[in-house]
């Protein structure tokens, strides 16, 4: 009875077994099923993506390969959930499969097989199959998933790039004949590895309580997409107003492409603790929102935490390997003022010169307020503003450019544009004289000539060394900082002004 029992018992085991072993069914979702999309670019060849795709899930435990995610995805800053019901799923486990299908990795997975070799008979034109081993690529086996790689113009950690590259005129082959190597013949593989997926893909064991239609929503950070402002600014004829226009370029080089997508670009120095991210950067809160671009489809800007956030009023395209550009803002006649500055060094007050010093270049620079009541008082993020004027004939000629760090409203903007070239300086000691050990006096004149139509304005600006007291002086100063002085020397139209002061330098 005993007996009967424990056999009928191995039979029942038996039979649960092929059930137990089953694996969970496999549901694929592509970019079919993509609902939206929405990118936030960062300045750091930095982006979120989240996205939303419509998917029909069975009950119980399964697999979901979303494949179509970016190729420089760091999978573990990847976050899933049902955008109805954060309890309508729980992920058992999450998979980054980036084992893609090139020759290389097919001749490492190959290495001891007999492969059939395709040879060009050069009698008939036509292909011969030899069979032959593969005994060696004849290169270090690839490292799919390398860290601190080159990325779309800038460097990142993580991405499915890397290793070696397994040249087939390296592999050796053993033949008939003895082991060979070179062009030996085109290699065919019988079938395609199990494991290989076309594109780098995301797959989650996930357990669903019930069963049907699901909204699923994905968020990942990835390398390979960044942004730079790059601006216009135009002169009027008496240069005292200007135009403004911010252009955002836009770069693409993630591995995906994203068609209707909300776009949004975060401007600031976002820190970044590699592999990991600091997420409180996603803080929201009351931010205020100032309008800002062309208006009807332009970007809107706002606070967002420490940084500012531009977003895209309407969906765009963002095509993998792409290079994008797009309206940031515009503003007409924005006041201008117009300075020509020239600098000296700190080491003039410590040292004799016996000669003059001839030849000295004169700044030309445009400044302008990033306010309100110009027309801006909006964030300008970091990047080149170029500046043209128009000629005699009214066409626009290039006067310089400059670049800018982020902005932030009511601040000033200062571009140095070049040399000015109707303007002369050279500077002369005219007497120094060693006090004590660290105790100098020196002299200086400083002569201007302006050969321009107009009167001009030349600020001279002295960076002073150590402890500093100006004497005497031909011009008032201002005392701009505990290190520097400005004399504003007016220059009027062909005529020689000679600015004349005396220092006495504690160094």
Same mark, same amino acid.
């Given at each position: 009875?005993?007996?009967? /029992?424990?056999?009928?018992?191995?039979?029942?085991?038996?039979?649960?077994?092929?059930?137990?072993?089953?694996?969970?069914?496999?549901?694929?979702?592509?970019?079919?099923?993509?609902?939206?999309?929405?990118?936030?670019?960062?300045?750091?060849?930095?982006?979120?993506?989240?996205?939303?795709?419509?998917?029909?899930?069975?009950?119980?435990?399964?697999?979901?390969?979303?494949?179509?995610?970016?190729?420089?995805?760091?999978?573990?800053?990847?976050?899933? #959930?049902?955008?109805?019901?954060?309890?309508?799923?729980?992920?058992?486990?999450?998979?980054?499969?980036?084992?893609?299908?090139?020759?290389?990795?097919?001749?490492?997975?190959?290495?001891?097989?007999?492969?059939?070799?395709?040879?060009?008979?050069?009698?008939?034109?036509?292909?011969?199959?030899?069979?032959?081993?593969?005994?060696?690529?004849?290169?270090?086996?690839?490292?799919?998933?390398?860290?601190?790689?080159?990325?779309?113009?800038?460097?990142?950690?993580?991405?499915?790039?890397?290793?070696?590259?397994?040249?087939?005129?390296?592999?050796?082959?053993?033949?008939?004949?003895?082991?060979?190597?070179?062009? +030996?013949?085109?290699?065919?593989?019988?079938? /395609?590895?199990?494991?290989? +997926?076309?594109?780098?893909?995301?797959?989650?064991?996930?357990?669903?309580?019930?069963?049907?239609?699901?909204?699923?929503?994905?968020?990942?950070?990835?390398?390979?997409?960044?942004?730079?402002?790059?601006?216009?600014?135009?002169?009027?004829?008496?240069?005292?107003?200007?135009?403004?226009?911010?252009?955002?370029?836009?770069?693409?080089?993630?591995?995906?492409?994203?068609?209707?997508?909300?776009?949004?670009?975060?401007?600031?120095? +976002?820190?970044?603790?590699?592999?990991?991210?600091?997420?409180?950067?996603?803080?929201?809160?009351?931010?205020?929102?100032?309008?800002?671009?062309?208006?009807?489809?332009?970007?809107?800007?706002?606070?967002?935490?420490?940084?500012?956030?531009?977003?895209?009023?309407?969906?765009?395209?963002?095509?993998?390997?792409?290079?994008?550009?797009?309206?940031?803002?515009?503003?007409?006649?924005?006041?201008?003022?117009?300075?020509?500055?020239? #600098?000296?060094?700190?080491?003039?007050?410590?040292?004799?010169?016996?000669?003059?010093?001839?030849?000295?270049?004169?700044?030309?620079?445009?400044?302008?307020?990033?306010?309100?009541?110009?027309?801006?008082?909006?964030?300008?993020?970091?990047?080149?503003?170029?500046?043209?004027?128009?000629?005699?004939?009214?066409?626009?000629?290039?006067?310089?450019?400059?670049?800018?760090?982020?902005?932030?409203?009511?601040?000033?903007?200062?571009?140095?544009?070049?040399?000015?070239?109707?303007?002369?300086?050279?500077?002369?000691?005219?007497?120094?004289? /060693?006090?004590?050990?660290?105790?100098?006096?020196?002299?200086?004149?400083?002569?201007?000539?302006?050969?321009?139509?107009?009167?001009?304005?030349?600020?001279?600006?002295?960076?002073?060394?150590?402890?500093?007291?100006?004497?005497?002086?031909?011009?008032?100063?201002?005392?701009?900082?505990?290190?520097?002085?400005?004399?504003?020397?007016?220059?009027?139209?062909?005529?020689?002004? +000679?600015?004349?002061?005396? /220092?006495?330098? #504690?160094?």
């Amino acid at each position: 009875m005993r007996s009967s /029992v424990w056999i009928a018992g191995l039979l029942a085991a038996a039979l649960a077994a092929p059930a137990a072993a089953q694996e969970p069914p496999t549901v694929v979702s592509g970019p079919e099923g993509r609902q939206s999309a929405n990118v936030t670019v960062y300045n750091n060849n930095l982006a979120v993506v989240r996205e939303t795709r419509r998917v029909e899930l069975p009950a119980g435990t399964l697999v979901l390969r979303y494949a179509d995610v970016a190729k420089q995805v760091r999978p573990e800053t990847v976050y899933i #959930r049902d955008a109805q019901d954060a309890n309508a799923l729980r992920v058992l486990e999450q998979n980054f499969r980036y084992d893609l299908l090139t020759p290389s990795r097919l001749m490492e997975l190959a290495v001891g097989q007999d492969l059939t070799l395709l040879r060009r008979n050069p009698g008939t034109g036509e292909d011969e199959p030899v069979r032959a081993e593969l005994v060696s690529t004849g290169s270090m086996p690839s490292t799919p998933y390398a860290y601190g790689g080159y990325f779309g113009g800038g460097y990142g950690y993580g991405g499915y790039y890397g290793g070696g590259y397994a040249n087939p005129y390296d592999a050796v082959w053993r033949t008939d004949e003895g082991l060979t190597w070179g062009d +030996v013949g085109r290699p065919v593989f019988p079938e /395609v590895p199990e494991d290989f +997926v076309a594109r780098p893909t995301l797959e989650w064991l996930l357990e669903a309580p019930r069963g049907g239609a699901r909204t699923l929503e994905t968020t990942y950070l990835t390398w390979g997409m960044g942004w730079n402002a790059d601006y216009v600014l135009v002169l009027t004829d008496d240069e005292k107003q200007a135009d403004l226009a911010g252009w955002v370029t836009l770069s693409n080089d993630a591995g995906i492409t994203l068609r209707n997508a909300r776009l949004q670009l975060v401007a600031g120095d +976002v820190a970044i603790q590699q592999p990991y991210v600091d997420y409180s950067v996603y803080s929201r809160g009351d931010f205020g929102l100032y309008g800002v671009g062309a208006g009807g489809g332009g970007f809107s800007e706002q606070g967002m935490f420490e940084y500012h956030l531009y977003t895209l009023e309407r969906p765009t395209d963002l095509a993998d390997r792409e290079q994008k550009q797009l309206q940031l803002l515009s503003a007409d006649d924005v006041p201008m003022e117009k300075k020509y500055r020239l #600098r000296g060094q700190s080491y003039y007050f410590v040292g004799q010169y016996g000669s003059p010093i001839q030849n000295l270049q004169v700044d030309v620079c445009v400044e302008f307020q990033n306010a309100r009541t110009g027309g801006l008082g909006i964030a300008l993020p970091a990047g080149v503003i170029r500046v043209y004027k128009a000629d005699s004939a009214g066409a626009q000629q290039f006067v310089g450019e400059d670049r800018i760090e982020h902005t932030a409203r009511e601040e000033r903007v200062k571009l140095r544009l070049g040399n000015a070239f109707d303007i002369a300086a050279e500077r002369r000691q005219t007497d120094y004289d /060693v006090l004590s050990g660290n105790l100098y006096e020196t002299e200086w004149e400083v002569k201007l000539r302006n050969r321009k139509t107009e009167t001009v304005v030349v600020e001279v600006l002295e960076p002073m060394a150590g402890d500093w007291d100006i004497r005497s002086s031909s011009v008032p100063f201002v005392k701009e900082s505990a290190r520097l002085v400005r004399f504003d020397v007016t220059c009027p139209p062909d005529e020689e002004i +000679v600015l004349t002061y005396r /220092v006495r330098t #504690r160094y």
